[in-house]
């Protein structure tokens, strides 16, 4: 057994954490410098080359699965694979996060203003006419709407459609914990029912058509506006 070795089962607490940070530091460097899909090594190997227990090695496994990093296959051909992180995987964690650094209601509206103000505009420069058809069709359901339950349906479909028009992974994912933060502000009761429907649909009808028009200053100003009808909504909210 080498030094380090003994080392991983004698440490104390703090130091055995930062042994397994340094062990997750050195997989996720290998996983990167190869191809997605690519085996890194045994857990004994691993353990091995790195100089550390197998212990170690499980926990730091556990941390890059956890960031959608690695996949432990088990049995015939088993050991660790790298993998890219998917979209899903990098808004869990983030959202994991900002559950454990939760912000007030009003810096989260604020994030989710600016995200969806630049997510107009850039929607309103997509050429892309069958996404565009797609905006009519939400458009004439949105007109539509006559309850709470329909707007939560609706609004999640516009975000998915504005971001395929927008096409930018890192500003999606953002945008997508911003939003998702926003949304489970609302499900704890903070907001509900501060914006009527009939403020929510009109707001939306202008800003599709300010995209329709591929007019992107004007989808910005029309978000924008439609966020500070919220914003003075939640304040009269919060006097009361």
């Known amino acids: 057994m080498s030094l380090m070795q003994q080392n991983d089962l004698t440490e104390p607490a703090a130091g055995k954490r930062q042994i397994v940070r340094h062990t997750a530091d050195a997989l996720r460097r290998r996983i990167l410098a190869a191809p997605a899909g690519e085996q890194i090594g045994s857990l004994q190997t691993l353990a091995r080359e790195l100089e550390v227990g197998i212990v170690t090695v499980q926990q730091a496994a556990r941390v890059l699965e956890h960031e959608g990093l690695l996949e432990v296959r088990r049995g015939p051909g088993g050991g660790y694979y790298g993998r890219r992180p ?52 939400l458009r004439q359901k949105i007109e539509q709407c006559a309850d709470l339950e329909c707007l939560g349906r609706l609004e999640e479909r516009l975000q998915d459609i504005l971001f395929q028009m927008v096409s930018q992974p890192l500003f999606e994912l ?5 939003l998702g933060s926003a949304r489970d502000v609302e499900r704890d009761g903070a907001s509900l029912h501060v914006l009527d429907l009939t403020v929510w649909r009109n707001g939306r009808l202008r800003i599709i058509d300010a995209i329709a028009c591929r007019d992107p200053a004007l989808a910005h100003f029309e978000a924008d506006r439609q966020n500070r009808q919220v914003l003075s909504a939640i304040c009269g909210f919060e006097r009361v």
Do not use: K
């Open 174 to 178: 953002l945008t997508r914990v911003a």
């Open 86 to 137: 998917q979209m899903a995987d990098l808004e869990r964690m983030l959202g994991a996060y900002l559950c454990g650094e939760p912000g007030s209601w009003r810096e989260i509206l604020d994030i989710t203003s600016l995200l969806f103000n630049r997510l107009c505009a850039a929607a309103a420069r997509c050429n892309d006419a069958p996404l565009h058809r797609e905006l009519q069709i």
